[in-house]
């Protein structure tokens, strides 16, 4: 069995561009495509919002729908969203952005609040991860990422975050959803959202704001490695340099996309 370390420590972060966020346009198609997570049905140029090394983000809109494409191009972004999850923000308002969040897949940390003897463990206890019974705790967690979802929300989009998980299909009966391909190598997400304000999100067709996120937990505890620029190494000077909370090590990325 592989051993797992904690991906805060491997894959720390930090893109988020709110502010300079120009405004997007995208393509609108008349038919309403199958979703079935295959990327080969898009139109990849021309629904592009952006391509990273990590991933490629992709949207376009129709009658009825907003569907989005996540096309994850490297393991080490694959390995952080089994583990943390992928999290979709969509909102009218920029100060509503984080009003409602769904996480799909919901990740094996995320999945292990769920059991928040275990949870506390893993966020305060520095040998947590050593221990073999707990890796394999996570481990057994991965089968679930793509049955439970997680919904976050934030009450006045900047409180304090409350969370709760749902089966997939409690979620797709609010109207959205979600589809993979399992027969790629690395993790290929289409989402669909209605535009009739039905679904958590309640969004119409006007212009969005559009976020992703990879969010590791809230780890009260100092992390004993830093990001030199080629991967995560051990930091030799941590007693004299004690890092903070990794709540603020976030992968994110956000785009204003204009729908007409």
């Known amino acids: 069995m592989r051993l797992l370390f904690l991906p805060v420590f491997i894959f720390i972060f930090i893109m988020s561009a709110c502010s300079s966020t120009e405004t997007l346009t995208i393509p609108i198609s008349e038919s309403e495509p199958e979703l079935d997570g295959n990327f080969a049905n898009w139109d990849r140029s021309a629904s592009l919002l952006?391509?990273?090394?990590?991933?490629?983000?992709?949207?376009?809109?129709?009658?009825?729908?907003?569907?989005?494409?996540?096309?994850?191009?490297?393991?080490?972004?694959?390995?952080?969203?089994?583990?943390?999850?992928?999290?979709?923000?969509?909102?009218?308002?920029?100060?509503?952005?984080?009003?409602?969040?769904?996480?799909?897949?919901?990740?094996?940390?995320?999945?292990?609040?769920?059991?928040?003897?275990?949870?506390?463990?893993?966020?305060?206890?520095?040998e947590w991860m050593q221990s073999a019974s707990n890796r394999r705790l996570l481990s057994d967690l991965e089968p679930y990422i793509f049955e439970r979802v997680m919904i976050t929300e934030r009450y006045n989009g900047r409180s304090s975050a409350q969370r709760g998980f749902v089966d997939y299909e409690q979620l797709e009966a609010e109207g959205i959803e979600f589809a993979t391909n399992p027969e790629r190598r690395n993790y290929g997400i289409e989402m669909r959202v209605p535009l009739d304000g039905s679904s958590i999100f309640d969004i119409e067709k006007k212009n969005l704001w559009i976020g992703f996120a990879i969010d590791p937990p809230d780890f009260r505890r100092q992390n004993p490695y830093y990001d030199d620029g080629h991967g995560m190494t051990r930091d030799r000077r941590q007693r004299q340099r004690p890092r903070q909370q990794q709540h603020q090590s976030s992968y994110e990325k956000w785009y204003r996309i204009q729908i007409n």
């Not at 769904?102 to 463990?121: D, F, I």
């Open 50 to 126: 952006e391509q990273t090394d990590g991933a490629s983000f992709h949207a376009y809109y129709t009658e009825n729908y907003l569907y989005v494409f996540v096309d994850i191009r490297n393991q080490t972004m694959h390995r952080a969203i089994t583990d943390m999850g992928l999290t979709f923000y969509l909102a009218h308002k920029r100060d509503d952005r984080y009003h409602y969040a769904v996480t799909y897949p919901s990740g094996t940390m995320n999945l292990l609040r769920e059991n928040p003897g275990a949870y506390r463990g893993l966020t305060t206890d520095p």
